[in-house]
């Protein structure tokens, strides 16, 4: 049985951070394309940042220069860190497996997480 488990969420002021880690069991987790996603209430779902299996990493431009993912193999972990938080990257932010198309530059989901809510604000 698969399962992404994310961790870290919660509640920061407007310019401090954050660092979610996502756990995943019941897949060869280096052979798997990383990615985050968020959703804010009443947005459609939207990608944040995403690395491949080789450990290249792509950014939305709402977390450019913000936000850095990473993955740790040995873990089945994969991280984002977020610096310099603003109100409007409040959203529950999910993580998923899949794999990389570079045709079009970017991962297609296989298996999703339950989400950890992240809430910016004075």
């Known amino acids: 049985q698969v399962q992404l488990v994310e961790s870290g969420g919660g509640w920061v002021q407007p310019g401090g951070s954050l660092r979610l880690s996502c756990a995943a069991s019941?897949?060869?987790?280096?052979?798997?394309?990383m990615g985050w996603y968020r959703q804010a209430p009443g947005k459609q779902r939207e990608l944040v940042a995403t690395?491949?299996?080789?450990?290249?990493?792509n950014y939305a431009d709402s977390g450019k220069g913000r936000f850095t993912i990473s993955r740790d193999n040995a873990k089945s972990t994969v991280y984002l860190e977020m610096n310099s938080l603003k109100p409007e990257d409040t959203a529950v932010y999910s993580c998923n497996a899949g794999i990389w198309r570079r045709d079009i530059a970017t991962i297609v989901p296989t298996y999703w997480g339950q989400g950890t809510q992240v809430t910016v604000s004075a």
């Open positions: 690395i491949t299996s080789a450990g290249i990493r």
């Open positions: 019941g897949i060869i987790f280096s052979g798997y394309a």
